[in-house]
């Protein structure tokens, strides 16, 4: 069963950072491209991050220059390091492989002080 579960979210301050995590199960990632969305409320679901199976990478002018994805073949995880947090960050984060338009459940961050 082909399964996306994220994790790291939460309450940070302004300027601070954050760690996001995706485990898949039931798939290989290294083998699929993967990406990070984000919802905030009252807006679409927005691309943030992708990167393809040969780990080519591509970043959302919002986050351009302060978001990093990344993949952990060993732990079959994709990462999304976010610097410098703001509070229009403020969002629920999703891990995507776009394959098949398989989804995680999401993970809140919040940007407050």
């Known amino acids: 069963q082909v399964q996306l579960v994220e994790s790291g979210g939460g309450l940070v301050q302004p300027g601070e950072s954050l760690t996001l995590s995706c485990v898949a199960s039931?798939?290989?990632?290294?083998?699929?491209?993967m990406r990070w969305h984000r919802q905030a409320p009252g807006k679409e679901r927005e691309l943030v991050a992708h990167?393809?199976?040969?780990?080519?990478?591509m970043r959302a002018d919002s986050v351009r220059g302060r978001a990093t994805i990344t993949r952990d073949d060993a732990k079959n995880a994709v990462y999304l390091q976010v610097t410098n947090l703001k509070p229009e960050d403020t969002a629920v984060y999703y891990c995507?492989?776009?394959?098949?338009?398989?989804w995680g459940q999401g993970t809140q961050v919040t940007v407050s002080s």
């Open positions: 995507n492989r776009p394959a098949d338009n398989t």
């Open positions: 039931g798939f290989t990632v290294s083998n699929y491209a």
């Open positions: 990167i393809s199976p040969s780990g080519a990478i």
